[in-house]
């Protein structure tokens, strides 16, 4: 059984090949079709290919010109949302997350920010309803994290589609994946997509013409060609996790020492990225589920707001924004229910290379751990 299942299938190697037979290996005719195919999955204008998830966040943040301005931002995430932002020249303005591990929209309404970007972490549909009406209130622009999310929806939109834009990413552990680098931008707004276009390819507006200062952060066509064979899979794939988060929740609800996440609400569809689990000794938990060849995991069991690059934010040496923009004292953050989830979180595969047979198999195993630590 593994953590993740980041398998190529013959039919999107083969699409490789033939993109690799007609000489087509970097950004062209692939990356446009396959941004069409995810364009209208996600029920927006326009996708942007790009480079990987973290240059999505980046590239959207730095098309929205954030330096120096407050973007508000979950602290358990994969860094990749707090750096991004930080390398475009935005101050992270860490909010609480409540109990399912999206922003808690209490805590958002009494922060000041320019931007606000909810994390649908685990594939869990953050708040957007309440997120988007704060955020209104405030004047402030909603991008949405969707790194996790592939799949994943709110009253019938697909997320990514709900905020001006939406960053995905398809490393090979997420629900659509490549076998190396990719992510993406989804977005309305034709301004916002034309500018992150020239962004991510040197500001170049024609041949040798440029007029802004860009990064290469583009998609290539072997990457897109696997991406567009699998979108086929996705919503079948998307149905299987489902399916295995579903076994768990059934077998998993009420049994003592575990604190599963509330319900999906029924105008939310949750992918099911990974699934979280509560537990109280996590890191005892995880060794003992290993040992039985169960791969749960332990992940951003340290909230960003206490780490290290947080605390030294001020140093050039750390980041090479310190000087130039002025950054709170981190070290005075304190978020109740990020710190308390991030302590207690162990996650489990749930991933479409598992059958039901696998997932009894995990639920006999966390039954058996639970029953020794807790009896
Ligand atoms: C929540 C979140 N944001 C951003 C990223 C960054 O994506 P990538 O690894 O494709 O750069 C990830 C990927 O792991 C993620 O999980």
Redesign the pocket.
């Known amino acids: 059984m593994d953590y993740a299942f980041p398998i190529i299938e013959a039919d999107e190697l083969a699409y490789v090949i033939k993109a690799l037979e007609n000489r087509v290996c970097a950004s062209g005719k692939i990356v446009a079709e396959f941004e069409r195919l995810f364009a209208e999955y996600e029920g927006v204008k326009h996708a942007i290919g790009v480079s ?6 980046f590239l959207t943040m730095r098309a929205l010109n954030v330096r120096g301005k407050k973007v508000a931002v979950p602290a358990m ?2 860094f ?2 707090v750096e ?1 932002v930080i390398n475009a020249g935005g101050i992270p303005v860490f909010v609480d997350i409540d109990d399912t591990y999206t922003i808690d929209p209490e805590d958002l309404a009494s922060k000041e920010f320019d931007v606000v970007m909810p ?1 649908h ?1 685990f594939g869990i549909t953050a708040n957007m309803d309440e997120i988007s009406r704060i955020a209104e209130e405030k004047g402030a622009i909603v991008v949405e ?1 969707a ?2 999310a592939q799949g994943s929806e709110r009253r019938g939109k697909k997320v990514g589609s709900i905020g001006k834009a939406g ?1 995905f ?3 090979p ?2 629900n659509l994946y490549t076998c190396g ?3 993406a931008i989804t977005t309305n707004d034709d301004e916002l997509a034309e500018k992150i276009r020239l962004l991510r390819a040197h500001g170049e507006k024609s041949k040798y013409y440029h007029v802004l200062v860009g990064r290469n952060m583009r998609m290539s066509d072997p990457e897109a060609a696997i991406l567009k064979e699998q979108m086929k899979k996705l919503d079948e794939r998307v149905e299987i996790r489902r399916r295995n988060a579903k076994i768990l929740i059934e077998e998993l609800s009420g049994v003592e020492g575990v604190t599963l996440p509330p319900e999906e609400p029924p105008h939310a569809k949750r992918s099911r990225h990974l699934f979280p689990i509560r537990v109280e000794k996590p890191e005892e938990f995880v060794e003992k589920l290993n040992r039985l060849g169960i791969p749960a995991r332990r992940i951003y069991q340290v909230p960003i707001h206490k780490m290290e690059v947080m605390q030294r934010i001020n140093d050039p040496d750390v980041n090479m924004r310190a000087g130039f923009i002025e950054y709170p004292d981190y070290s005075k953050v304190v978020l109740k229910k990020t710190e308390e989830l991030s302590e207690k979180t162990v996650v489990l595969p749930v991933h479409h290379g598992l059958t039901e047979e696998d997932m009894k198999i995990i639920v006999e195993g966390v039954k058996r751990v639970l029953k020794r630590n807790f009896s």
């Open positions: 990987n998830g973290t240059d999505a966040i995430t994969f990749a949302t991004a994390v972490l994290d790194a996790q960053a990413s398809f490393y552990t997420k680098r990719a992510g």
